[in-house]
């Protein structure tokens, strides 16, 4: 089985742009997590779809968006660029998500850098 | 908001010694999964616990989940050079969808 893919895994934008990446997931898996990382704050959680709805949020504003296709591939967007956003983003993909007992599968992620 | 602390926050090694890593969380999990990314790399899973006071081990890695629920550990005995790395535990609260990361602990291993 293929594993998870993220597009693209390099990304320079400047402040005050709109950026959108891009997360397939493992085939058969319908939840689909994105979370930020960065050296001072950790890994944090952006929000999960399952099955095209997003069924939990993080903490982050609402600049911060994300979608699901009927495919289970999906999109994240941030708009209105801050410097602070610059980050390793990362989605994991699993079967069903959350609170059964699933495993997390995390693609290689995309490295955001504002400037 | 629920937290996940993890200590230490670094651990530097000599090849061959053990190490612990401690997982606290401030509200009771319904399970907790363990995961290690390598220097560059992206979190792959370890392992999940999902009863109270579970043991499990995969050859020299032994985790455990507290009683409460609320902590766990990852002891790697006689550690090697592969085992370098940062480790995370995530947990899941009940009628959560979504996974509360530790703040990880850093592990080098001195040859």
């Known amino acids: 089985k293929a594993g998870v893919t993220q597009t693209p895994r390099y990304l320079i934008k400047t402040r005050g742009q709109q950026v959108t990446l891009s997360c397939s997931p493992i085939?058969?898996?319908?939840?689909v997590s994105w979370y930020q990382q960065t050296p001072g704050q950790g890994l944090q959680f952006l929000f999960e779809y399952f099955s095209e709805t997003q069924r939990n949020k993080g903490n982050f504003p609402g600049r911060f968006s994300g979608r699901q296709f009927s495919n289970s591939r999906s999109e994240m967007n941030v708009s209105t660029l801050e410097l602070g956003d610059s980050a390793l983003y990362l989605c994991a993909s699993s079967f069903a998500g959350g609170i059964n007992t699933d495993t997390q599968y995390f693609g290689p992620g995309t490295r955001l850098t504002v400037l | 908001g629920q937290q996940v602390m993890q200590i230490p926050q670094y651990q530097h090694v000599q090849e061959g010694e053990d190490f612990t890593t401690y997982c606290n969380s401030s509200t009771t999990l319904s399970n907790i999964q363990w995961y290690k990314q390598r220097p560059g790399g992206h979190p792959v899973f370890l392992i999940q616990?999902?009863?109270?006071?579970e043991v499990k081990k995969q050859k020299r890695l032994t985790f455990q989940f507290g009683e409460a629920k609320k902590n766990s550990s990852l002891h790697i005995t006689a550690t090697q050079t592969t085992d370098v790395g940062t480790y995370f535990c995530a947990g899941t609260t009940s009628g959560t969808y979504k996974y509360i990361f530790g703040t990880g602990t850093r592990l080098k291993v001195l040859a």
């Open positions: 616990l999902v009863k109270s006071g």
């Open positions: 085939s058969g898996h319908r939840s």
